[in-house]
């Protein structure tokens, strides 16, 4: 078999990688905690709502979120158990704000619905597509992306991530290297419903043995009208990347205002494949997922965590050493840290850090930039980081739209390497918002005056309609007068001529001209 | 109402990503660089005598109070900018662009010229459009130019006679100074002497300046160490050196015997100082890839025809300062294209 070709994209970087600190332990099982909070928001484009009310017995794997919209997806109860509560509980995310969360207090049975596999012979398209969508499956490498979206678009290429690039982070490859049947079936189901011609898994290659597994699955299992191939590609970050990973297998560029679809392609983590896996073949909603927890702990490794637990209890379970100072979610280098530990773990979550000062001293005093240009070398997206910074520390917006500031997906390369140690990201994250705030302002300006003016040209077009009518009914009115003036008139005088005479007659005849002091109809007798 | 930034933090970096970082630093870098220059400063003392070591002393016990006065003055941190080695780089660059026997007062300006005048009134590391030693060396050559031309004659490597030169007041300096290889091709081509027999006078030895072509040979070997380590880009260095040797092999291919060859251009004078020297400063470059191409080609290209036809022996430095006004312009125009929007290959 030859190589197969593979792409470069710019920039990138090579940390020191952290992944034998919890690759090397299978996946284990979490204790059942006290407590589950399930937030109903659980992808980047929906929402659930909410069918169960408090005091529901619930099984696991029961629907208590239904998908909202054709974006949405369901959520589920991880385990059997009773809903206590639905109210506010804290988001996986730097604000630490409120969400709605499902609370329930599991029985301890962990006792599943009825799983209904689909016969994935005879299950046309579009149930299999909203099966996938009553599952509850979402992009499970950190997007959130709704799956079922992602999977109802005909491609000619289907990729599957397994790449895992950032350091310290491990649940992928525990996940191939356990899992790889579940996986490579459900790459098999995705390329059935995207019509892929081809499927190429890519794997960062400091992960042989999650290599291994996955080429021997896919080796054993017979032809059935479709390649897949297993591709090891260079470990360099941000490859797990989504539009990285493309451009490295398929050479592919795609620009941020693109959509993967629209080349043909189509990109899954490895975890999305397990997860609809499970969901098609063997009927199991998303209730859990691998979590890689890591860094100042005692007992690092994987873990088969139910949605909903808190991170605290995932920290409590694996000990934090003394000298963690704060706990990460995601990666080292786009994950952010935890402003509270009641958080949960959601379908996106794929890595817990304990950070100690330690493993990841704190940034040194920021120094003014020397224009070295590391951070454009390292850049994947091919911006000029330091451009960047120049204009948005200037607060000079217009500038750094002109040095494409969208572009930046914060992947943190070029903070990783400034020698000045500047917090370029947090320029760049600052100044983003400002200019969203700023297109904000100036969409409600603009609507503003759009109403306004509208309003205006109503008015005025009111008032000239108006105008206009009335000078068409007077208009209309002198020319029926004059029209009926001849007429009317005659009749009119007739008549008043006729009534004067008819009168003159009778006072006449009543009484003679002299006594008429009160001239009327029925003139009173005279009393002589 | 959205949070207005800090003056040096947007949010408190430890709270978000990236968490981790290269183990790299200003400093780190501009001591690689200072420990690059060793060998071509090797090489000088060898050939050339000990005395620019009193000059590397003072120059940068100037610089780094300079620097300090400087940046209390403007309430700047001090300790991180004065440690960061840059203030050093800059004084032994002026040093190594300066003749070694100059006396310790112009060293002192020149110095003070860079730190104060070039570096600091456009405020400060990185914010300077002018590449510091080069200024001062401008500067200097203008304002004395005899003092300029005064450089140390091969054969005299007496260290006391040096220190006499420099420190004292009295400049005896027949029988110590001698003609520089540029110099001397420069009046011998002015006298209508043809190339071939300038060359054989003493100050030549065999590609550039005797004596001085070991100086240079000193910063190839620095310049390839920054290289290896990945301090500087190969840019900048390459396309100086395509630069300077295209336009002088046009030349001399043309009339051999009025123009020298470009092995000559690229061995004498500061060429190699300046190829990863001095055009490799990130500060007053070009930033982007091409730009950075663009950016040394210019130099090279005016350094021979300030070398050929100018009033000044060498042209580098006018090159650099000419090249320097024109790089917001190039940077401009040679941004890369983002992601997407590259012409690369596709399957």
Redesign the interface.
């Known amino acids: 078999m030859s190589l197969p070709h593979l792409?470069r994209?710019?920039g990138g970087?090579q940390?020191d990688a952290h992944k034998k600190e919890s690759s090397e332990q299978p996946i284990r099982p979490v204790p059942l905690p006290a407590r589950l909070a399930v937030p109903l928001v659980q992808s980047s484009q929906g929402s659930a709502r909410t069918i169960v009310t408090v005091g529901d017995k619930v099984l696991k794997g029961q629907c208590i979120g239904e998908a909202e919209g054709n974006a949405g997806t369901a959520i589920h109860a991880p385990t059997s158990g009773r809903v206590t509560e639905i109210g506010r509980y804290p988001m996986a995310h730097?604000s630490g704000l409120d969400t709605l969360a499902i609370v329930i207090e599991p029985d301890g049975e962990e006792r599943w619905i009825a799983r209904e596999p689909l016969d994935m012979a005879s299950a046309s398209h579009e149930e299999l597509i909203l099966r996938v969508q009553a599952s509850g499956i979402v992009g499970m490498g950190g997007a959130a992306f709704p799956s079922h979206i992602k999977a109802n678009s005909k491609i000619d290429t289907l990729i599957i991530n397994g790449a895992e690039c950032e350091?310290w982070i491990s649940c992928d490859d525990r996940l191939m290297r356990e899992r790889s049947a579940d996986i490579v079936t459900g790459a098999r189901i995705l390329r059935r419903l995207t019509g892929a011609r081809r499927v190429l898994i890519g794997i960062e290659d400091n992960k042989p043995e999650a290599i291994t597994a996955m080429k021997l699955v896919v080796q054993a299992a017979a032809d059935d009208g479709g390649e897949i191939s297993v591709i090891t590609v260079p470990t360099r970050y941000p490859t797990g990347g989504q539009?990285q990973l493309i451009?490295v297998l398929?050479?592919?560029?795609?620009?941020?205002n693109?959509r993967s679809s629209s080349f043909g392609v189509q990109c899954f983590n490895v975890g999305t494949a397990h997860a609809v896996c499970r969901a098609l073949v063997h009927g199991e909603a998303m209730v859990s997922r691998v979590v890689t927890v890591t860094g100042n702990v005692e007992h690092p490794g994987n873990y088969e965590v139910l949605l909903g637990t808190a991170v605290a209890d995932l920290i409590e379970l694996c000990v934090a050493k003394p000298g963690t100072?704060?706990t990460?979610m995601?990666g080292?280098?786009?994950?952010?840290?935890l402003p509270r530990l009641d958080a949960p773990i959601t379908k996106s979550s794929n890595c817990i850090i304990a950070?100690s000062n330690t493993l990841?001293?704190?940034?040194?005093?920021?120094?003014?930039?020397?224009?070295?240009?590391?951070c454009?070398q390292s850049c994947?997206?091919?911006?000029?980081p330091?451009?960047l910074y120049w204009s948005s520390r200037a607060k000079n917006y217009d500038g750094a739209v002109h040095?494409?500031i969208s572009?930046c997906i914060?992947c943190?390369c070029c903070?990783?390497?400034?020698?000045?140690?500047i917090?370029l990201?947090?320029?760049f994250?600052?100044a983003k918002?400002?200019i969203r705030?700023r297109n904000q302002e100036k969409r409600a300006a603009d609507q503003a005056r759009a109403r306004f003016e509208a309003r205006s040209a109503r008015l005025e077009r009111d008032k000239a309609e108006k105008a206009a009518r009335l000078t068409a009914k007077a208009a209309e009115t002198r020319a029926a007068l004059a029209a009926n003036k001849d007429a009317a008139t005659d009749a009119n005088d007739a008549a008043l001529i006729a009534a004067a005479v008819a009168r003159t007659q009778a006072q006449s005849q009543a009484q003679p001209p002299a006594s008429g002091q009160n001239g009327g109809a029925t003139p009173p007798e005279p009393s002589i | 109402m959205a949070a207005q930034p800090r003056r040096n933090r947007v949010s408190d970096p430890d709270m978000s990503s990236p968490h981790i970082r290269k183990p790299v630093s200003v400093q780190r870098e501009m001591f690689t660089v200072l420990l690059a220059l060793v060998p071509g400063i090797t090489a000088y003392v060898w050939q050339i005598g000990a005395g620019i070591l009193v000059n590397l002393v003072l120059a940068s016990l100037t610089a780094l109070a300079a620097e300090a006065l400087v940046l209390k003055l403007r309430a700047r941190p001090v300790a991180i900018t004065v440690t960061d080695g840059s203030a050093l780089v800059t004084a032994w660059l002026v040093v190594l662009a300066l003749p070694s026997i100059v006396p310790w007062w112009l060293t002192v300006l020149a110095v003070l010229v860079a730190i104060v005048g070039a570096k600091h009134l456009y405020g400060g590391i990185g914010q300077n459009p002018f590449n510091p030693a080069m200024a001062a060396y401008c500067a200097m050559i203008v304002a004395y130019p005899a003092l300029m031309s005064q450089w140390p004659a091969i054969g005299n490597t007496d260290f006391t006679t040096q220190w006499h030169l420099i420190l004292g007041g009295e400049r005896a300096i027949d029988g110590l100074t001698g003609a520089t290889a540029l110099d001397a091709m420069r009046t011998g081509l002015r006298g209508h002497t043809d190339v071939t027999s300038i060359l054989s006078s003493s100050a030549f030895g065999f590609v550039g300046g005797r004596g001085w072509e070991w100086i240079a040979l000193g910063h190839l070997l620095g310049g390839l160490f920054l290289l290896a380590t990945r301090t500087i880009s190969w840019r900048q260095p390459l396309s100086f050196i395509i630069g300077l040797g295209l336009t002088a092999s046009v030349f001399w291919l043309i009339a051999p015997e009025r123009f020298p060859s470009p092995l000559f251009h690229l061995a004498s004078g500061g060429a190699m100082l300046a190829a990863f020297f001095i055009l490799t400063d990130p500060v007053t470059s070009s930033t982007t890839p091409r730009g950075k191409l663009i950016f040394a080609v210019g130099v090279g290209i005016i350094a021979w025809f300030v070398r050929t036809f100018g009033a000044y022996p060498e042209g580098i430095a006018f090159g650099v300062l000419l090249m320097n006004l024109c790089v917001p312009l190039i940077d401009r125009s040679t941004q890369p294209a983002t992601f997407g929007q590259r012409k690369e290959k596709r399957p």
Do not use: W
């Open positions: 792409f994209f710019p970087i940390p730097p350091p539009k451009r398929t050479g592919f560029e795609i620009a941020s693109q100072e704060r990460l995601g080292p280098l786009m994950g952010f840290t950070a990841f001293p704190p940034a040194p005093p920021e120094q003014p930039c020397i224009r070295c240009g590391s454009a994947p997206t091919g911006l000029l330091f451009e040095y494409n572009e914060e943190g903070a990783y390497v400034c020698p000045a140690h917090p990201v947090d320029y994250r600052f918002s400002e705030a």
